[in-house]
T-cell receptor, first 114, second 112 residues
Framework: NAGVTQTPKFRILKIGQSMTLQCAQDMNHNYMYWYRQDPGMGLKLIYYSVGAGITDKGEVPNGYNVSRSTTEDFPLRLELAAPSQTSVYFC?????????????FGPGTRLTVL | KQEVTQIPAALSVPEGENLVLNCSFTDSAIYNLQWFRQDPGKGLTSLLLIQSSQREQTSGRLNASLDKSSGRSTLYIAASQPGDSATYLCAVRNQGAQKLVFGQGTRLTINP
């Protein structure tokens, strides 16, 4: 059971480039989330999904897109990278929204936009 | 709007001490509260989850308490060890919400 996996671990982009951050979970969780963590700040929610084919915006969705075609995968797309998107990105999942279900986090992707 | 605060931002104690980390939140209508550990350059590891109907949860040397009426949670670490050095984050989920609202964390250093 690998839990939540993310690729790549590190990436440097130039302004205006695009990339997709990959996230997968093997726990058969319905809910998946993308957060970003900026230095000295708490994590902020970018997008989330409650099941395959269903996604919704979080607090800071501008500049990002997501899709969820399978239960296991939840990729995050950056279309036109900007320096403000330099951050550490975490994917998370939970079985459902019950109060006793924890969110489990992946190891993160550290992105630098120059 | 829910806001979560963790004080102090950093804490350094000698090995073997018992210690308490604090978390406060502004909106008491929470669904649950989770404590995480984050090692440098790593992801978040879930330590304990307390549902809104619970007062505390325990796992090994860790005990987390919740007082919704005062908007506070504490994480008690018994007999601290150098391996406990990490940043500890608390996060709350409001009723009806999907997201976790995180505090900024307490960076804990245990000195041998």
């Amino acid at each position: 059971n690998a839990g939540v996996t993310q690729t790549p671990k590190f990436r440097i982009l130039k302004i205006g480039q695009s990339m997709t951050l990959q996230c997968a979970q093997d726990m058969n969780h319905n809910y998946m989330y993308w957060y970003r963590q900026d230095p000295g700040m708490g994590l902020k929610l970018i997008y989330y999904s409650v099941g395959a084919g269903i996604t919704d915006k979080g607090e800071v969705p501008n500049g990002y897109n997501v899709s969820r075609s399978t239960t296991e995968d939840f990729p995050l797309r950056l279309e036109l990278a900007a320096p403000s998107q330099t951050s550490v990105y975490f994917c998370a999942s939970s079985y459902d929204r019950s109060s006793y279900n924890e969110q489990f986090f992946g190891p993160g992707t550290r992105l630098t936009v120059l | 709007k829910q806001e979560v605060t963790q004080i102090p931002a950093a804490l350094s104690v000698p090995e073997g001490e018992n210690l308490v980390l604090n978390c406060s939140f502004t909106d008491s209508a929470i669904y649950n509260l989770q404590w995480f550990r984050q090692d440098p350059g790593k992801g978040l590891t879930s330590l304990l989850l307390i549902q809104s109907s619970q007062r505390e949860q325990t796992s090994g040397r860790l005990n987390a308490s919740l007082d919704k009426s005062s908007g506070r949670s504490t994480l008690y670490i018994a007999a601290s060890q150098p391996g406990d050095s990490a940043t500890y984050l608390c996060a709350v989920r409001n009723q009806g919400a999907q997201k976790l609202v995180f505090g900024q964390g307490t960076r804990l250093t245990i000195n041998p």
